[in-house]
């Protein structure tokens, strides 16, 4: 495989009633605007890399779906609504019955500090691999999960994935210098620290409402 791949990533955004429920006690009410805003941030981050050619967002959110439009990404029911892992993989199938050799990346919705140039190095990392991964900075779960063109997109998101990843066959990307693409955000405590990284603005804005509210 060459470094000069351009990626197609997909994004994965649950309905904002399914979405971050540990955050509740820390932001209240603003829980289903602080999912958007994390998804948000995480798309328009993905479409500044270099390496991107696309994002495609599976959602059933009409809120999150027009935002990502508006950011200029495709946007697609998730018509399995069988979980995440389908709902990545009717996305990779969405892109590769455009583009049959696409090469394709599941992107967690909640990178809300990403920085595209973090991302750029991932991928292209990610092209020297037929599948690889980046685990979170839990060390537990997984961010992001690449399959180069030809190979099977075969994603295992879910509880210990990093260790599922690894199982299926995938490579560990294990760089320095990309905590952005690690620091997805779950809790309070996650928050805070990818607020330390440097969030993306939608997430910022809001999180600066919580501020003068609390």
Do not use: Q
């Not at 941030?41 to 890399?49: F, G, I, K, R, S």
């Not at 990178?111 to 990610?126: G, K, P, Q």
């Not at 997984?142 to 490579?171: C, E, I, K, N």
């Not at 969030?199 to 609390?214: C, F, I, K, M």
Request: hydrophobic share 50%.
């Amino acid at each position: 495989m060459t470094t000069s791949l351009r990626w197609s990533i997909v994004v994965p955004v649950k309905r904002p009633e399914l979405a971050k429920t540990r955050l509740a006690d820390a932001v209240g009410e603003l829980r289903p605007e602080f999912a958007r805003a994390f998804a948000a941030d995480t798309v328009a981050a993905a479409l500044a890399c270099a390496s991107v050619a696309g994002v495609i967002v599976v959602t059933d959110d009409d809120t999150a779906a027009a935002e990502a439009r508006g950011l200029g990404a495709d946007v697609v029911a998730d018509a399995p609504d069988a979980g995440l892992n389908a709902a990545l993989r009717h996305g990779a199938e969405t892109v590769r019955s455009r583009r049959a050799d696409a090469p394709v990346a599941a992107l967690s919705a909640d990178l809300a500090a990403l920085r595209s140039a973090e991302l750029e190095r991932v991928l292209t990392a990610a092209a020297l691999e037929h599948a690889s991964f980046v685990a979170d900075a839990a060390g537990i779960g997984t961010t992001l999960y690449a399959a180069g063109s030809g190979t099977a997109f075969d994603p295992r998101f879910g509880g210990r994935s990093r260790a599922a990843h690894r199982l299926a066959g995938a490579v560990e990307l294990d760089l320095d210098g990309v905590p952005s693409v690690r620091r997805d955000i779950d809790t309070a405590v996650d928050l805070w620290d990818a607020d330390r990284l440097g969030l993306g603005p939608r997430t910022a804005a809001l999180l600066a409402r919580l501020d003068v509210a609390l």
